[in-house]
């Protein structure tokens, strides 16, 4: 890997950790990141030439697989037209038609260009709409970097959040009240007390960010009642689990509609493009109809919004997501298989296209039980599969995806690769 060391070492002289975003420093594993040079498939190549198979996908982005010929044409002509105009255009309204008729909970939809961002307006735009300043989110789920989300639990989880960042003034962290993900009892607790006085509660639906945990039967339907009797703005962040666990997103697997959904990753296949979107009385409220104020100069970007709409298409396939969650399951079966032949403690599980590999027995409902994973033995895991050519996310707390290019030859691969790192184990 002698390219990617020098590069990185550069790298380092002009961006903060070599990096435009942390968790690709590879601090988590340890060592030097393959600096990647191009994709193809469910394959990517470093500066080395080395080949990966590749479960990070642009962190999901990529449902499709890397520089799929129909997403390349799309942006290519889009590109030829003109790369953006700060100005109307029709692409951006079929994105957002699209939007609202494959999410079952969106009736109007504002485009952005980042999952933070979405994430950030749908927050502003729930506390401009209810006049109220508390939010509610949980321990281990991450919303992406706007100071009101980036906040850890307080001391007890009922009383006032603290930062988690440096430069998030303490009176902004004191407004976000953090509670355990899939802990209905802490949630009734919680808005038993400030129930009138909290805007909005953001979750994942199924949590990819403290690694893969699923949302225990009855916690997103406790979440809808509660919110609906407080008055409170429910918002879905999907950025991670719409167009990957489900076409229409965790809302339509578990079939509960948020007021409010944040998306990103695949609706810009891997370009940037993100939303946020819900109730036509909610969105009414964004500027320049309503009060909220809210914008971007490339917001609905048309080359990025080609991409996103040849994803799109591409995904309404009858049965891609069959054959998105069967590849999963095989790998998760496949991975498990492996592990016990080695007698190594780890469980893996996936909803859709989303994986969940863990060193541990049984896989963590929780995230107290997500810290019980043993990240050791990870990060060990982590780098022998990388040496086999097999690329997973470079933390023991990140969910891995899959892509409709991953086929039968990257499974038996993966599986091969595995046996070889579990048995290194020993
Ligand atoms: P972006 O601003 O990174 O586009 O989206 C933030 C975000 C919001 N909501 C959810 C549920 C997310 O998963 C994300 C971003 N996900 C991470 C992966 N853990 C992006 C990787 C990174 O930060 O480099």
């Known amino acids: 890997m002698k390219r990617s060391q020098k590069l990185f070492q550069h790298a380092q002289l002009f961006i903060p950790a070599g990096v435009n975003s942390p968790v690709r420093a590879f601090r988590a594993v340890g060592g030097t990141p393959p600096f990647i040079q191009r994709g193809k498939g469910a394959q990517v190549w470093d500066a080395d030439g080395n080949a990966y198979i590749d479960y990070v996908g642009s962190w999901g ?33 079929e994105l957002a038609e699209l939007l609202c008729k494959l999410v079952p909970s969106l009736e109007k939809v504002r485009l952005v260009s980042s999952g933070t961002e979405a994430a950030m307006s749908a927050i502003r735009l729930a506390r401009g709409f209810t006049g109220r300043a508390r939010i509610v989110k949980f321990e281990g789920c991450y919303h992406g970097h706007a100071d009101a989300l980036l906040v850890k639990a307080g001391s007890g989880a009922l009383t006032f959040g603290q930062p988690s960042s440096a430069g998030v003034p303490a009176e902004t962290a004191a407004h976000t009240i953090v509670l355990d993900y899939n802990n209905a009892f802490a949630l009734e607790k919680t808005f038993e007390r400030d129930g009138a006085e909290i805007a909005a509660v953001i979750v994942e639906p199924v949590a990819g960010n403290m690694n893969l945990v699923p949302p225990r039967p009855g916690f997103l339907e406790t979440l809808r009642k509660l919110c609906a009797r407080h008055g409170t703005v429910l918002i879905f962040d999907e950025v991670m689990s719409g167009f990957r666990v489900a076409l229409g997103g965790a ?62 298409k591409i995904i309404q396939a009858p049965g891609f997501f069959d054959r998105l969650a069967a590849t999963a399951r095989a790998l998760c079966e496949g991975l498990g298989r492996a592990a016990r032949e080695s007698g190594v403690a780890f469980s893996a599980q996936h909803v859709g296209g989303m ?9 963590p409902v929780s995230y107290p039980e997500v810290l019980q994973c043993d990240k050791e033995a990870f990060n060990r895991f982590f780098h022998r599969m990388l040496a086999e050519g097999v690329y997973l996310a470079p933390s023991a707390y990140e969910a891995g995806f899959v892509s409709s290019a991953h086929g039968a030859a990257e499974l038996e691969k993966t599986v091969g690769a595995a046996k070889k790192a579990f048995a290194a184990l020993r």
Request: net charge positive; aromatic share 6%.
């Open 61 to 93: 982005a990529l449902v499709v697989g890397h520089a799929h010929p129909e997403v390349v044409k799309a942006v290519q002509r889009a590109a030829e037209r003109g790369l953006s105009f700060g100005a109307p255009t029709e692409p951006e309204v």
């Open 355 to 363: 994986l969940g590999l863990y060193f541990r027995a049984t896989a």
């Open 251 to 312: 809302q339509a697997l578990y079939g509960v509609k948020p007021d409010l959904t944040t998306l990103g990753k695949v609706i810009g296949g891997g370009l940037p493009v993100g939303a946020f979107g819900g109730r036509r009385d909610i969105m009414d409220r964004i500027a320049p109809l309503g009060p909220v104020y809210q914008a971007g100069t490339l917001s609905g970007n048309p080359v990025a919004v080609a991409a996103g709409l040849a994803t799109l």
